[in-house]
């Protein structure tokens, strides 16, 4: 059943209703469009195989002949599709998020999940189709060679014309061991971790072509991966990896714009949806018969967690996608990618003349930029997305690097907050408050954490805050959301401001690498960031226990902070 929704959802993704108003573009709108299809397929079409040509077919070239190769090719018999058409609204939103593309600075072919992050389309089906079809370790041809040709799908039982599979139902190398079903019914998360192979070196592929490929990491990360990282024989010291954007509206949203206008193809909404796609794709790929519908399995991992797990959800993707695969496995992967490629005709043209050593060089040099700068670093939403109003007057630039690090709690908000709606009631109200009452430009903090697993930005990384009287030219302010004089936050909020927040500014060159690290009581006589939080402070590393509380000033707590009904 899983399979044949999935199928026919890619299909309708060609063939809209011309001149129909479309839904707004939220991943609730796609499930919603998958739980219609569910209900209208027939068990018997369970065994149909899905293709990832069909989310490109209105395009050509060598992404196509990778799909092909690695996942199967097949051509859809349109008149199969009349009897699973959608409502006319969501069949004209699978059109518009068929293919993912960046051009004139928007975005298109993603969607608004539910923890605020965006989302390509693209690339999470291709991982549900890779994983609907088993992990497959495939063999490399040794010589150049055509794609498979496209097999019309004619019934149910059609298979796809597929290249010689060496594996199936493995983790990511071909050594590593099968989960079993028990595994994954007890918690998910273990089926999608214990998928570590032993690494293996690049240092033969001066002499030696790669022999095997993973077919579900090429087809979503590996190929886009090297492919942007290529520019003729050189390697692009920095392609805008990552790159955020804004909705024109948050309750339906239509339009995304890239706040980087020389963004690359891999933006934050593309490396999401293919994180995505991995994670679900080899969960799928471990869960025996019968499977979950694909709209109850998507509004888990958009939700409180598959299966019930939290720590399974799209908030945390980048901590589950680090402990998916090492950073030398994914190079392996992009590397073979790089070089089936060279192998499918027509070769790409940046691709005729590398040897082996250069595609190993570009696929680790790739891979370092995507674990440091995207899977090592804390996932921050922007301004936009919290609906912060605008900076009044002119902002004050800071002199970066900076060497210090200030760590607040906001006391109020009191509870922390644990999901976008609230998270951005508090951001939204502390900048009212900051705004109105103080009579500050803006709310007051650099960046705020909650616990939702998401870092919420306020000034951000260049403009002088309002956070530490008398030391806000020198360092940033942090704050964790909620009131730490007794509890502690989430280790995973503890974990972002220890260790991934600060590491990130370091590498891009916003913060020292010998940065002190402060609480707010050191500089400014208060309370914050409470006791109990202070104490855990005092043992992290950077912390610097020689500087002496402020008395000129005095200062308490912050009043209490009224959320708004509109906040909520």
């Not at 912050?558 to 959320?563: C, D, G, H, N, V």
């Amino acid at each position: 059943m899983v399979q044949g929704v999935l199928w026919i959802l890619l299909g309708l993704l060609l063939w809209p209703e011309p001149g129909t108003a479309s839904m707004p573009l939220l991943m609730d709108s796609v499930i919603q469009a998958l739980a219609e299809l569910e209900q209208k397929a027939p068990a018997t079409n369970t065994s149909y195989v899905i293709s990832a040509r069909l989310l490109s077919a209105q395009s050509s070239g060598p992404h196509n002949h990778l799909h092909h190769f690695l996942l199967g090719a097949q051509s859809l018999n349109t008149d199969k599709l009349d009897t699973y058409t959608l409502s006319p609204g969501l069949q004209f939103l699978t059109k518009e998020v068929a293919q993912h593309a960046v051009r004139g600075g928007q975005e298109y072919g993603v969607v608004l999940a539910p923890d605020g992050s965006t989302v390509a389309v693209e690339p999470l089906l291709v991982g549900l189709e890779a994983g609907l079809q088993g992990h497959r370790v495939i063999n490399l041809p040794l010589d150049s060679t055509d794609a498979p040709q496209d097999v019309e799908a004619t019934a149910p039982d059609t298979e796809p014309n597929i290249p010689d599979v060496i594996a199936t139902s493995s983790g990511l190398g071909d050594s590593s061991p099968g989960v079993t079903s028990t595994d994954v019914e007890a918690n998910p998360l273990d089926a999608i971790t214990s998928f570590l192979d032993v690494p293996t070196s690049l240092s033969n592929a001066k002499t030696k072509s790669p022999t095997t490929i993973d077919s579900l990491l090429a087809v979503i990360v590996a190929e886009n991966l090297g492919m942007t990282f290529i520019q003729g024989p050189q390697i692009q010291s920095h392609p805008g990896l990552g790159a955020e954007g804004c909705w024109d509206q948050l309750s339906a949203p239509r339009t995304f714009t890239l706040l980087d206008p020389k963004a690359s193809v891999l933006t934050m909404a593309f490396l999401n949806g293919a994180l995505d796609g991995a994670l679900l794709g080899y969960y799928l790929s471990q869960t025996p018969e019968p499977r979950p519908p694909l709209s109850s399995l998507l509004s888990q991992y958009y939700g409180a967690g598959v299966a019930g797990h939290p720590g399974l959800r799209s908030n945390f993707r980048r901590q589950n996608g680090a402990a998916l695969t090492s950073a030398t496995t994914l190079a392996q992967q992009v590397w073979r990618a790089l070089a089936l490629l060279q192998k499918l005709r027509p070769i790409h043209p940046q691709l005729q003349d590398m040897s082996q050593e250069q595609l190993a060089q570009v696929a680790t040099y790739a891979t370092q930029e995507f674990t440091e700068v995207f899977l090592g670093c804390p996932a921050i939403h922007p301004r936009c997305r919290w609906g912060a109003e605008p900076y009044r007057g002119s902002p004050t630039p800071l002199k970066l690097p900076l060497g210090f690090l200030y760590v607040h709690h906001t006391y109020i908000p009191a509870s922390p907050c644990t999901d976008l709606v609230r998270c951005a009631a508090s951001m939204r109200s502390m900048q009212r408050f900051h705004q109105n009452t103080h009579g500050w430009d803006d709310i007051g903090y650099s960046f705020v954490v909650g616990s939702d697993g998401y870092v919420y930005e306020g000034r951000g990384w260049h403009w002088v805050g309002a956070h530490t009287r008398g030391h806000n030219t020198r360092g940033f302010g942090v704050a964790f959301v909620g009131n730490y004089t007794a509890a502690l936050p989430t280790e995973a909020a503890l974990r972002t401001v220890r260790d991934l927040l600060p590491r990130c500014a370091v590498r891009a060159g916003l913060l020292r690498p010998d940065y002190a690290l402060l609480g707010h009581r050191q500089l400014v006589r208060t309370h914050c960031p409470g006791d109990a939080l202070f104490r855990l402070l005092s043992t992290w590393p950077h912390f610097s226990a020689t500087v002496k509380p402020r008395t000129e000033r005095s200062r308490r707590e912050p009043p209490t902070l009224i959320l708004e009904a509109t906040d909520l």
